[in-house]
């Protein structure tokens, strides 16, 4: 019989994404699992500043309080997105992940920490190429994670 109890559900707070979170709620539920709500803070944000040297005056940007902030920001929106989804028997911990580029590799090392029993990812994300059979996050999770993966289709139905 197979048992659910721990869920990693990856979000980066698109449409796609939420309905991933939906499909781990309704599996958690059903199998009275904790979901861990994971996103990856991407190294690409930490670097806009430096490169917007050209452009504005940086000397007076605090860059560490600029890094501060968007993991405060991230954090507060996992929060939010968490509240807004919790139902009766269901844990969901926000998990803010900062891995850099390699959002797949956070993910999976994620899973393993908190011994997921299912990652739950929409197959596209933000930056994905909507003619892709599946984005390359996804893909690579799919690939290299410890445990079965559920990919939710971009624009799928609903089972709930």
Known sequence: MIQLR??????????DAA?????????ARSFSAQIFLAHVLEEDL???LPALRKFIDTQSLDLGRYHEEIRKGALRALEDLASRHRVEGVAIEPVLL??????????????RERRA?????????RGALRSALIGSTAEKVVRT??????TIKAGGQHFV
């Open 6 to 15: 721990r869920l990693l559900v990856a979000t980066d707070f698109s449409d």
């Open 19 to 27: 309905r991933a979170l939906r499909y781990g709620v309704e599996l």
């Open 46 to 48: 930490l670097r806009v």
């Open 145 to 150: 994670a410890p445990c079965p993966v559920l």
């Open 117 to 125: 029993d299912l990652i739950v990812i929409a197959t596209h994300g």
């Open 98 to 111: 900062e891995g850099g580029s390699k959002a797949a590799e956070e993910l999976v090392r994620a899973s």
